[in-house]
């Protein structure tokens, strides 16, 4: 998890990881030169699977290559430090690999939500192209579902 400067969201995101029903993780957290709090915040968490990297201000990218050069597990998973997932996220993740082994990369969909708590749904063009659950052949073009 890549962050800089901030502060007002670091804590949410790392509850969210600390609040997976699979508790086999680790959180490599990159502090990419804050200058606020947020470093402070990653170092009051007690848990022992959290790892704060400090490295001089380079960008998002750089930090976030940092992070997986410095991982142990052979999954990765992407989180920023304005995000954060649902408690089944690494559930579903880990379920998307052992039925689709030889995909590239697992995703699900997002929810998006306004400050004043108003939550956007899922576009309905999108909506018509991704499939619930299965394979996008081409990323580029119209999905279609594979069948294992």
């Not at 490295?55 to 989180?79: D, H, P, T, Y």
Request: net charge negative; hydrophobic share 35%.
């Amino acid at each position: 998890m890549p962050f800089y400067n901030k502060e007002p969201h670091v804590k949410r995101a790392l509850d969210s990881v600390i609040s997976q029903k699979v508790q086999d993780f680790e959180i490599v957290v990159v502090n990419d030169g804050s200058t606020d709090k947020s470093a402070d915040i990653v170092k009051n968490f007690s848990d022992t699977r959290i790892r704060l990297i400090n490295q001089k201000n380079a960008g998002v990218s750089v930090a976030r290559n940092r992070g997986i050069n410095e991982a142990k597990s052979e999954l990765i998973a992407f989180l920023d430090a304005d995000d954060e997932w649902m408690p089944d996220y690494l559930e579903t993740i880990l379920r998307l690999r052992e039925k689709y082994p030889c995909a590239g990369l697992y995703a699900t969909s997002i929810k998006t939500e306004f400050i004043d708590n108003v939550l956007m749904d899922k576009d309905e063009e999108l909506r018509k192209l991704i499939p619930d659950e299965g394979l996008i052949l081409n990323y580029f073009s119209k999905p279609e579902r594979c069948i294992t």
